[in-house]
């Protein structure tokens, strides 16, 4: 079933908001212990877009992670 066009939302701290513009690709779920940590459940939860779908407003940086994988 398509969603109404366009999703908005944002990041946790608030500084950073984001509208998608297109159809996601694939919604799912991963249910490993940095995901549980992130979300305090059992799973997190992630949506796949087009990259040029995504509109983003607001300062962005990178993030590291504790195990050393980069982030963008």
């Known amino acids: 079933m398509p969603l109404s066009l366009p999703l908005k939302g944002g990041c946790q701290c608030g500084q950073v908001r984001y509208e998608v513009t297109e ?3 694939t919604l799912y779920c991963c249910h490993c212990t940095e995901c549980q940590a992130q979300s305090a ?3 997190g939860m992630s949506l796949r877009v087009a990259s040029s779908a995504v509109k983003l407003h ?3 940086s990178k993030y590291i992670r504790d195990h ?4 963008e």
Request: aromatic share 8%.
């Open 68 to 71: 050393g994988r980069k982030t």
């Open 41 to 43: 459940s059992a799973f």
């Open 23 to 25: 159809q996601p690709m």
């Open 58 to 60: 607001g300062a962005t």
